[in-house]
């Protein structure tokens, strides 16, 4: 079975910093990884996703996650954040292209000023 | 081009009541996911349907959750009787096919008193 962990239910950075939220995954075969946003009362937006192509994937809005087997890790950053990345974040693996999708906790991103 | 609608946007009634929530996916989307998102979590998927056809319902509390998808289209999912535990964010989300990118609804905020 598939299963992640997002390391931090809140992570709190300075507008400016750089943005590390943390993932790890559990799989038994090669995973589809996503990483979605959700701002306040809105449903969930795809940021980016790694299908077993190339490790590092860029997505929407200047984030970008590195797919790193050795360690079982999907971790999402921006080199700077805008007080826009304040929203929830969730990582999520699937087995293949076919298969549901598996929702960490989440992790709540605020962005000081 | 419009995105997933969801109504209504939130819902408060009393325990042992019935509830229904409808979603209409994005036109042509052939993939429809009810996921339930408690406070705190990541979404869990319900029932995924595949044109008017019920593929994964695993994770239905069969008992007093229904769902359905005449025509392939709009979907109704229904909770009867409501009870205090069912509080929570219910998603509708859709894509082409499975496999492709999902597109989540703004979801329906449900309290149970």
């Known amino acids: 079975a598939q299963s992640v962990t997002q390391l931090g239910s809140h992570v709190s950075v300075s507008e400016g910093a750089l943005v590390l939220l943390r993932c790890n995954y559990s799989?038994?075969?090669?995973?589809?990884l996503f990483w979605y946003v959700q701002y306040p009362n809105q449903g969930l937006q795809l940021l980016l996703k790694?299908?077993?192509?190339?490790?590092l994937v860029k997505g929407i809005n200047g984030f970008e996650a590195e797919f790193k087997k050795s360690e079982t890790s999907f971790h999402l950053t921006k080199p700077s954040a805008h007080m826009s990345d304040a929203a929830e974040y969730f990582c999520?693996?699937?087995?293949?292209?076919?298969?549901?999708?598996?929702f960490g906790k989440g992790t709540r991103l605020s962005v000081i000023a | 081009e419009a995105g997933v609608v969801q109504s209504p946007r939130y819902k408060i009634i009393e325990k042992k009541q019935p509830v229904a929530f409808w979603c209409n996916p994005i036109?042509?989307?052939?993939?429809l996911y009810w996921y339930l998102q408690n406070l705190g979590q990541g979404p869990e998927l319900l029932i995924r349907y595949e044109n008017e056809e019920a593929v994964d319902d695993s994770q239905l509390p069969k008992d007093r959750f229904s769902a359905e998808r005449l025509k392939g289209v709009d979907s109704t999912l229904k909770i009867q009787p409501a009870e205090l535990g069912d509080s929570a964010v219910y998603l509708c989300?859709?894509?082409?096919?499975?496999?492709?990118?999902?597109?989540f609804g703004p979801g329906t905020r449900l309290t149970v008193l």
């Open positions: 790694y299908t077993s192509a190339a490790t």
């Open positions: 999520a693996v699937s087995r293949s292209g076919n298969t549901p999708l598996v």
């Open positions: 036109s042509g989307h052939n993939t």
């Open positions: 799989s038994s075969v090669p995973p589809y």
């Open positions: 989300a859709s894509s082409l096919d499975v496999g492709n990118e999902q597109f």
